[in-house]
């Protein structure tokens, strides 16, 4: 992806998105800084939170390691952090490890035998980790053992392997691909929705305290807006207004000098980056709102398929600016409104006010 190539100096990867909800390029520091350490600062979620609480408080009467929990949920969200604080709650260390990081059984079987009673294993991206492993996990969740394969062919033999109890916590962004086998041993699911802009407030306010700037509340509304319903979002854009602030402002965030930064770095009102804008404007301007093929539109953008597919479409039909059709990518009423342009008349050729803004 070059299409940032030009774009404002940041401290993440050149090729990182200020918007994108993933981790890749994250000042991992700031992000640990940033993290909430117990149920009670974590800011939304109130259902999962309210279940894991209950979860966690019962386990700890009966004196008992807590139960598998599946946390499911785009990137961002807080997985990562309720992971934590479930260790935290229940006064347990914590192991962090991931699906991709697990490509055999015995790279499995190394870190289970290594785990302290109690302790938490949280397994990130747990949909991308081999059938190999996968198989010797529905064990040792169900009867904390494995079985450690010695030897190959004829002469292999299985050697069973007693685990202390343990709370696995998986963690993934696509439940759905998850085996069933999989999915039904998880005591506990919970699924994480994206934050309502009240709740990202909440957190860029609490961010804010924890770095040192100050804001007010419109100036923390604001970055909130444009956050696109995620924590980590809300932190990045907070760090890059906070930059904005010290250098062409006297270091406090209000609305002008967050639009303003945020404007710099061509997040718009919206959440919408320059990448977004681009695929929605070539849909309006070039083919009138579509339908039109997702290879027509990504070589108008001058961008992979792939990109404009997973990239910016997926938020885009969440804000309901895009839809997906069998004929085409077709741009919703809202997306004229947006970009400020005028929809050509139903049935005319009409392509007036089309370049209007
Ligand atoms: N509910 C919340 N309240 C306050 N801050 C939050 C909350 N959820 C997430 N954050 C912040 O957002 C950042 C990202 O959170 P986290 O790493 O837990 O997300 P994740 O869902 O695990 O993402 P990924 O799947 O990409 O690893 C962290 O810095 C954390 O401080």
Redesign the pocket.
Known sequence: MNWDETGPDTDERPDERLVQ???DGEDTAV??A???KDLD?????EKVREQLDLVLKAARARGATADHVLLS??????????SMIIAAEMGAPIRITSGPAIQHAGDLAAILSSLQEGEVLFL?EIHRMSRPAEEMLYMAMEDFRVDVIVGKGPGATAIPLELPPFTLVG?T?RAGLLPPPLRDRFGFTGH?EF?APA?LER?VH??ARLLDVEIDVEGAAEIAGRSRGT??IA?RLLRRVRDYAQVKADGRIDRPVAAAALGVYEVDARGLDRLDRAVLGALLKLFGGGPVGLSTLAVAVGEERETVEEVAEPFLVREGLLARTPRGRVATPAAWAHLGLVPPQQGGKGQQGLFGA
């Open positions: 909800a993933d981790a992000e640990a940033l993290r909430p600062e974590f800011v939304g979620q949920g785009a990137p961002g969200l807080g997985k990562t952090t309720l990130d963690a962004t994480m934050y709740e957190v609490r961010s924590p980590r932190n």
